[in-house]
């Protein structure tokens, strides 16, 4: 998928994200798309582990409102909690590969954080693949420099969790957990 394919698909789930029908024509009008690509596009949310229901006359719609995350809410709090550069990706391959990228363009000397809402080429453990759909679960991948080494991280990533879950909850996401 092209980088404006991409960009795209991530509109169309902007507008659907209401839980609202929206015509094929109102779509296509505010997507430059024709009817036949507005299909296409369809077909790639349900890729992503979206539900689309179509209705002939009224248009297409998620079975549910979908909330996305919101970057400028988390920067904000982020900033108030430290010293933390993130970048929010609707959509990437993997958060790691992204987070991998920066850290080689721009060495970071804070912490730094890659959020995405999916993952289309995320990786588990020995090298499995992992099931990331849209919007279901949070996909992040974190930098942080440990001055003393990593038996500084013990316990970092129940300390990172909690942080993540108060963001969140502050930010009016409902029913956040951690695993």
């Known amino acids: 998928m ?11 789930i ?10 094929g024509t109102q779509i296509g009008a505010e997507l430059n798309l024709s009817r036949a690509a507005i299909n296409q ?32 809410k988390l920067a904000k709090f982020l900033d108030r909690e430290g010293d933390v ?9 993997s958060s790691n590969d992204v987070l991998k990228a920066v ?13 995405a809402e999916a993952q289309t080429a995320g990786r588990g453990r020995r090298g499995r693949s992992w099931s990331s759909p849209f919007g279901t679960n949070l996909y992040l991948s974190m930098y942080w420099p440990l001055e003393n080494g990593m038996s500084q991280a013990m316990g970092l990533s ?9 963001a ?10 951690l695993k």
């Open 41 to 72: 596009y369809i077909k790639k949310l349900s890729s992503l582990g979206l539900d689309v229901y179509s209705v002939t006359g009224r248009g297409y719609r998620f079975n549910k409102p979908l909330q996305l995350l919101d970057e400028a």
């Open 2 to 12: 092209t980088q404006k394919q991409e960009q795209t698909l991530v509109r169309l």
């Open 85 to 93: 550069n993130m970048v929010l990706e609707r959509i990437v391959g």
């Open 103 to 115: 850290i080689k363009q721009t060495p970071q000397t804070a912490g730094f954080a890659v959020v």
């Open 14 to 23: 902007e507008i659907l994200s209401d839980g609202q029908f929206h015509s």
């Open 158 to 166: 129940v300390a990172i969790g909690t942080a993540i879950a108060k």
């Open 168 to 177: 969140f909850a502050e930010s009016g996401i409902q029913a956040v957990q």
